[in-house]
């Protein structure tokens, strides 16, 4: 998410901000969006987003940004909303993005790690090369 452009943001929030992260001070920011007549599907940040184009009717909504709203964000790319001014969101969600890499690259560590089996392997090669070599 790192930008230094100045001038308002767009975010795709629904992509940006995973559902059951902690907001702090920006919960209860207040967005608006578009949802199904029926208010119960997601959330978009356009009228006109593909995901939204099943429904019958659209209409549109003023929402606090929650942990029940952050559930209910459209991830797609054309969902982007406008952050309010102030320069904490940018800090905000660059955190994000820096320890959602923190946990990609962990992820990646323990894919690479070996087994319990082989490493029980590793130790018996190399202390039957030791007891070969002392023979």
Do not use: Y
């Not at 790192?2 to 992260?21: D, F, K, N, S, Y």
């Not at 949802?35 to 599907?41: I, K, Y």
């Not at 978009?44 to 593909?50: E, K, M």
Request: glycine share 12%; with cysteine; proline share 6%.
């Amino acid at each position: 998410m790192t930008t230094r452009e100045t001038g308002p943001q767009i975010v795709a929030l629904g992509r940006c901000i995973e559902e059951g992260t902690p907001l702090g001070p920006f919960e209860g920011t207040v967005f608006s969006g578009f949802t199904a007549a029926s208010g119960s599907g997601r959330i978009h940040a356009v009228a006109d987003c593909p995901r939204l184009g099943k429904a019958s009717s659209v209409r549109a909504v003023d929402f606090s940004l929650d942990a029940s709203s952050l559930g209910r964000l459209c991830a797609n790319w054309c969902c982007r909303w406008p952050l309010p001014d102030g320069g904490r969101w940018p800090v905000f969600l660059d955190a994000l993005d820096a320890v959602s890499r923190l946990r990609l690259d962990e992820e990646e560590v323990r894919e690479q790690l070996p087994d319990e089996a082989e490493i029980d392997e590793a130790v018996c090669a190399v202390a039957g090369r030791v007891s070969a070599g002392r023979g």
